[in-house]
């Protein structure tokens, strides 16, 4: 479960540096796509850390549901919520927006192992 989490802070790097690298400009959604990539990275990267931390069972399901959510809000960033430019060649399509695709999937992945695995009694551990 520990190692989950630590992938859950490694992944809210990712989610945080690789949109900042691969924006187009300033003015289009990418630049705005990568700003709120940061604003999702943030709250990942303190919720991986507070999970890692953590030995109350309730508490860490509780995080694993926060966490998926905003592993779905990062999905939605690049796709639905903001996007990126309409050009199919430009490195926003090509590498931001896969990216923080899979590293949403990853994040929602994660965050659901570490809620199954939390599951049981309200003792600590």
Known sequence: MRLAAVGIVVLSAVIGIVPQ???C???GNCHWT???SLANAFPLAVLGALTVFSRNRPARRSLAIVGAILGISVILLPTW???VCASDFMRCNLIMKPTLILSGLIVIALCTTI???SRGG???L
Do not use: R
């Open 21 to 23: 690298l691969t924006q």
């Open 25 to 27: 400009g300033h003015e």
């Open 34 to 36: 990568a700003q709120a």
């Open 81 to 83: 919520l903001i996007g």
């Open 115 to 117: 809620f199954l695995m």
């Open 122 to 124: 309200e003792e600590t």
